[in-house]
C-alpha cells in the first residue's frame, strides 16, 4: 500500500499548484481520501476530503473557497488544485487513507508560498 505526492514546489502569493496523490496497492476507489498539511512548528492539521466515488467533498474553513480535491478513480490518483495561496500555506502536504486494517500516510510534498 503507497501513497505518493507530487506537485509541490515555490509559488509567489496569489498563485496556484495542483498536487496530486497516486495510490497502489489498494482499491482506491472504495475509499474516502484525504489532504492534510503540517507547517514548520506546526501541528499536522487536515485540509480536504472527498468521498470514495467523488460525490461529497470537505474543506477546512481556512481553505475553503481557495482549494479544491478531485479524484480520477480509473488512474487511483486524488488532486489538489490550490488557488489564492498565501504565504500561511506553507507547509508539507500529504495524502492519507484510512482503511479498516491501517492508517496510509504518503511522504509529503513541499509547498513554499513567498515572494
Known amino acids: 500500500v503507497q501513497l505518493v505526492e507530487s506537485g509541490g514546489g515555490l509559488v509567489q502569493p496569489g498563485g496556484s499548484l495542483r498536487l496530486s496523490c497516486a495510490a497502489s496497492g489498494f482499491t482506491f476507489s472504495r475509499y474516502t481520501m484525504h489532504w492534510h498539511r503540517q507547517g514548520t512548528g506546526k501541528e499536522r492539521e487536515w485540509v480536504a476530503g472527498i468521498s470514495s466515488i467523488g460525490d461529497t467533498t470537505n474543506y477546512a474553513a481556512s481553505v475553503k473557497g481557495r482549494f479544491t480535491i478531485t479524484r480520477d478513480n480509473a488512474k487511483n490518483t486524488a488532486y489538489l488544485q490550490m488557488n489564492s495561496l498565501k504565504p500561511e500555506d506553507t507547509a508539507m502536504y500529504y495524502c492519507?487513507?484510512?482503511?479498516?486494517?491501517?492508517?496510509?500516510w504518503g511522504q509529503g510534498t513541499l509547498v513554499t508560498v513567498s515572494s
Open positions: 492519507y487513507v484510512q482503511r479498516a486494517t491501517d492508517r496510509v
